[in-house]
């Protein structure tokens, strides 16, 4: 059975809403305020980091609360070195300084992979691509985790959540469960499982190809599943319910065994997490990417083109017919900063993020920017918790999830309700409940649980 990360990000978050209550929420008939405009993957309001990748358009405070996305790039990335990756609290939307964003901890392994670990009291990690892609063939070469409760995932994730997987159960090493959500609904049937052989022991390609019509999910060149768009056509919406708008590449490795889920997400994943299991090395539970390459296609026919650069949503519709593909800017002169008030940067005094981070030139911005460090500090890194507390701590990055998913019914606007989970590397347990965002607009009918995306 399939479930999608989605739904224990959720849960995760119910759980720890009390925690992070103050910050605002954010999902359907609920924007973000205009003092932090930007809707995050996991449903809550902030600046910074808030606004980049994952920042959801159609949630935040205006289209142009989120910033620009920055356009698919063809590469081959040999995963050898942390070179090309920046922290979470460090990147600022310079996606010419750095192909990956995380959060938790990636290790290097024999200077031929990375590893994406798990320790104890953490949330895992998560890799995010800072390119989009809009249509193009992403494989990952790799092997997953083991044991109850640990879920290694390889997805595509847009910021309205549209999304395609490859998520594999750590007591299931024989097979890989594919999946794709049209902006994080949940449809049950959309899942499906895929045999593979042991994706501990053997490392495999698993590659999506994604074409405007049709998508395919393939391990090691076999092409084992394809869903076409045309088969996608939801009567009721009058629209295809098919994955059709940028998204970046994500690899997790997160515990949904966490007794702060949902009953339904640790069935799911096989039981709870055990620490103290045989699979860990070093302390830590471990998934190798050895390679992840990408080959970005053609924008589709009749696209909206002003530049070459980023791509931009138009509309809160969130459809494929509402990108355009512009030259706008893609990078913040601070953490303080919004797709609205890009140049913004009071100096960095303050705001933790903000001083670790080499901010780029902030030319001065406006008028508000010394007031933004008083009082009711927003909060500028998604998965860290509140501005200023955590700084430059890079160990507290947040990890993702794969799967946003929502359930939904249609309207009612309660929020949605994401969560995301954050990782410090000697975290208290307190600590590591504290990170866990949640959102929790409220629970009644979930609506859109959106973002889960967690990664937690
Ligand atoms: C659906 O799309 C596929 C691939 O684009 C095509 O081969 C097939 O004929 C289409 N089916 C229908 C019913 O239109
Ligand atoms: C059709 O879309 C609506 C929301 O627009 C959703 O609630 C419903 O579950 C979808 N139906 C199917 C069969 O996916
Ligand atoms: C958007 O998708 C529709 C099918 O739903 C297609 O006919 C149209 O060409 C697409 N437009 C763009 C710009 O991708
Ligand atoms: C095309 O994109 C530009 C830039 O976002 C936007 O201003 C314009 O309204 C779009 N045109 C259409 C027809 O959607």
């Not at 940067?345 to 903000?354: D, F, G, V």
């Amino acid at each position: 059975m399939v479930r999608s990360v989605v739904l224990s990000a959720l849960a995760a978050a119910l759980s720890a809403t009390a925690v992070y209550a103050a910050i605002p929420t954010c999902g359907p008939n609920n924007p973000c305020p205009e003092a932090t405009p930007c809707c995050s993957q996991y449903g809550q309001c902030g600046v910074g980091a808030y606004c980049l990748g994952g920042c959801d358009p159609l949630f935040s405070h205006s289209l142009t609360s989120c910033v620009a996305a920055p356009v698919c790039k063809s590469s081959d990335y040999k995963l050898t070195s942390l070179s090309d990756i920046t922290p979470n609290t460090q990147y600022l939307g310079d996606s010419s300084k750095a192909s990956w964003v995380s959060s938790g901890t990636p290790v290097v392994y024999q200077d031929n992979s990375l590893l994406l670990t798990m320790a104890p009291n953490t949330v895992g990690t998560l890799l995010s691509s800072t390119h989009y892609v809009w249509y193009g063939k992403i494989s990952a070469t790799m092997t997953t985790s083991q044991g109850a409760g640990v879920v290694t995932a390889f997805i595509m994730m847009s910021d309205v959540k549209d999304e395609i997987d490859f998520e594999f159960v750590g007591v299931d090493l024989e097979h890989v469960q594919s999946n794709y959500y049209f902006q994080g609904i949940t449809d049950y049937g959309n899942g499906q499982n895929l045999a593979v052989s042991n994706t501990v022991q053997n490392v495999h390609t698993y590659t999506l190809d994604w074409q405007p019509d049709y998508i395919t999910w393939s391990i090691d060149g076999r092409v084992m599943r394809t869903k076409n768009r045309n088969e996608t056509w939801n009567a009721t919406a009058q629209q295809y319910h098919f994955p059709q708008t940028p998204a970046r590449i994500m690899l997790s490795l997160w515990p949904a065994g966490l007794p702060t889920n949902g009953q339904g997400t640790i069935d799911w994943a096989g039981g709870l997490v055990d620490w103290n299991s045989p699979y860990m090395q070093n302390g830590y539970f471990y998934a190798m990417v050895k390679d992840v390459n990408v080959q970005c296609y053609d924008p589709p026919t009749g696209y909206n083109s002003s530049g070459s650069k980023s791509y931009v949503y138009n509309s809160r519709a969130g459809t494929n017919d509402t990108i355009a593909v512009t030259n706008q800017n893609t990078i913040l002169a601070s953490f303080q900063a919004t797709g609205e008030d890009p140049s913004k940067n009071p100096n960095a005094q303050s705001s933790s993020a903000a001083a670790s981070s080499p901010s780029a030139g902030a030319s001065k911005s406006s008028s508000a920017a010394a007031s933004a460090s008083t009082s009711a500090a927003p909060e500028t890194v998604p998965g860290v918790s509140g501005a200023g507390n955590r700084g430059e701590d890079t160990s507290g990055v947040q990890s993702g999830g794969s799967g946003s998913a929502a359930t939904g019914s249609s309207s009612s606007g309660s929020g949605s309700s994401g969560s995301g989970f954050s990782q410090g590397t000697t975290p208290s347990t307190s600590d590591a409940q504290r990170m866990r965002f949640v959102q929790g607009g409220s629970v009644a009918v979930v609506v859109v649980a959106l973002g889960a995306v967690l990664f937690l």
